[in-house]
């Protein structure tokens, strides 16, 4: 089992330090009064949504306090400022992403509304009744009800990707799965259930041998590894700023520049068009043709934001570290008697779902929540994956680089009190 | 400590050891609910008489501490009530729990009491009102004989 001191050791190898970055936090002081205790916050809650450093926080106001001006429609020097910060920002995701042009990324707000986009733009526009999208068992509700949505208005067929009880894709179907009628497969690069790190390289070099695009749900994955689109070869990846810390409600869709151009319109409205007539209109450049209405530009430049306070750390460095943290807890938890992980795939990144004897996971989030703690009880927006588990949810732990070893020790021992407390449960 | 008042001992008791669990032996009117976002899950079977009282009432299923023993509870209370009284109950608890009510009128009802401390947690308010909906849904399904 790794000691304390083997993964501080890990840490001194670091370009970071998780300890001190914990200061660009204000959130993570938090204290908790339970009675006549107080309880600082362990916030393990990561895959829901990260916490944000000040530098983001600082972004926001600085924007509204200096620069705010609606963009691509003004002459004067706010709505140059607005206009040069927001473009900026799209060029920091496509960089972090390694996108191959700033012309490749469309702010969303976020991966549910980029997979939507992909879903209405592209595949209304290229999938008629009778053609099958291939998914996984392991998706997210984002990535299964949009293409559910599809199907009942133009009767596409969904298939799926089954999983192993480890949590893995069962990959050696594929050529079984995929005929010459599935025309898109839609995969997720990272589970939020078993922290399972899918091969998307592979799948997507086996889709484009058919000549099957692909798109990648990276809602877990960019937040957490370094991300290069053009290495993975996808034609679609969708991701969240939030997830990243950055604020809610921005996000963004890469695509390559030729489906981009060759897809309609997702939402009409200002800024998505050239010219507009009575009867009918043009569209504008990719990617403001997909880009209708006043975009959320405080969002977008304090996701640049996070992206620089992300690059500065390195994302090998938080990948490296996440892994460390992720080990270290992962004995320490499967120590404890009783205690059930969903997912023990080998390449896996800082998601723990569990289950502890049998007690339900609202209690065991609950009971943790009196010491402090921040757990995920519930289905985790993947209710058939759930049911196929033959379990009602689970409750789970999620990582970030502002997690340290010393949080995991206070997850563990307070998962030990709950034992004692409920016993083996119901 | 607010943890404290959720768990209370009688909830634990019933939790650990729930009375009338399992399913009734003869024929009878049975419901289930679900709570799919926790995927709490209830079966309740109810033996309502001529006389219109209820005779007999168990339940089954998986939940939550809170679930369990709120279920446990329940079947407890209205054993024994004729279905108007049974009815008037649950309103009572769905509303309080709602905290629409007064939260002392629990008071009144015994092992009831314990889910007082439920009302300051608005997400668990859901896992304590399930068997309460099963209830009227079968004193509902008892009365029209549907």
């Known amino acids: ?426 | 400590m607010a943890f404290d008042d959720l768990y209370q001992e009688i909830i634990l008791d019933h939790y650990r050891n729930p009375h009338n669990f399992g399913e009734i032996q003869r024929s009878c009117t049975i419901v289930e609910e679900d709570n799919p976002t926790c995927g709490d899950q209830i079966k309740l079977s109810l033996w309502v008489d001529e006389n219109k009282t209820i005779q007999d009432i168990k339940f089954s299923g998986q939940g939550c501490a809170i679930s369990i023993a709120s279920a446990s509870i329940m079947t407890e209370t209205v054993k024994g009530k004729t279905t108007n009284e049974a009815r008037e109950i649950a309103d009572t608890i769905i509303t309080t729990m709602r905290g629409e009510g007064e939260p002392d009128v629990l008071d009144e009802y015994g092992d009831l009491i314990a889910l007082k401390g439920v009302i300051q947690f608005p997400a668990r308010v859901k896992c304590a009102t399930l068997a309460w909906h099963a209830l009227e849904e079968a004193l509902q399904k008892a009365e029209t004989g549907e």
């Open chain 1, 1 to 426: 089992m790794p000691t304390q001191s083997d993964i501080q050791q890990a840490i001194q190898a670091l370009s970071f330090n998780p300890y001190t970055v914990r200061e660009d936090f204000p959130i993570l002081s938090e204290i908790f009064q339970r009675g006549e205790k107080q309880v600082p916050l362990v916030y393990l809650d990561n895959a829901a949504t990260t916490q944000k450093p000040r530098q983001v926080l600082d972004t926001i106001l600085h924007y509204y306090h200096h620069e705010n001006a609606n963009v691509h429609r003004g002459i004067h020097t706010l709505a140059e400022r607005a206009t040069e910060k927001y473009e900026n920002a799209r060029k920091k995701v496509a960089e972090f992403i390694g996108a191959p042009s700033e012309k490749t990324i469309v702010f969303t707000r976020g991966t549910t509304e980029a997979i939507n986009l992909v879903a209405g733009s592209w595949g209304r526009k290229f999938l008629k009744a009778g053609d099958v999208v291939l998914l996984s068992e392991m998706e997210h509700h984002s990535n299964i009800i949009p293409w559910q949505l599809l199907s009942q208005s133009i009767g596409i067929e969904l298939r799926y990707i089954p999983v192993t009880e480890e949590g893995t894709l069962v990959l050696d179907q594929l050529p079984q799965l995929v005929d010459e009628r599935v025309k898109l497969i839609s995969v997720t690069h990272m589970s939020n259930v078993f922290g399972t790190i899918n091969p998307v390289k592979e799948i997507v070099a086996f889709a484009h041998e058919r000549d099957i695009p692909v798109l990648v749900d990276g809602a877990q994955s960019a937040p957490h590894m370094p991300v290069n689109v053009q290495e993975l070869g996808c034609d679609f990846y969708a991701f969240s700023g939030h997830k990243m810390c950055g604020p809610t409600g921005i996000g963004a869709l890469y695509a390559t520049e030729r489906w981009l151009e060759e897809m309609d319109p997702y939402h009409g409205g200002g800024e998505m068009i050239r010219s507009v007539w009575w009867d009918r209109a043009t569209w504008n450049d990719i990617p403001h043709k997909f880009e209708a209405g006043t975009p959320n530009i405080a969002g977008a430049i304090a996701f640049g934001a996070a992206i620089d306070y992300l690059q500065r750390l390195g994302m090998d460095a938080i990948h490296q570290y996440e892994q460390a943290l992720t080990r270290y807890a992962l004995e320490r938890l499967e120590d404890i008697p009783g205690f059930r992980i969903f997912g023990q795939a080998p390449e896996r990144g800082g998601v723990i779902s569990f289950y502890v004897g049998n007690i339900h996971p609202h209690d065991v989030a609950q009971f943790l929540d009196a010491d402090g703690v921040a757990v995920r009880a519930g289905h985790h927006c993947a209710q058939p994956l759930m049911r196929k588990l033959g379990i009602p949810a689970t409750a789970r732990a999620s990582f970030y680089f502002y997690n340290t070893p010393e949080e995991v020790d206070i997850l563990v021992q307070s998962i030990r009190k709950l034992k004692e407390f409920f016993g083996d449960g119901f």
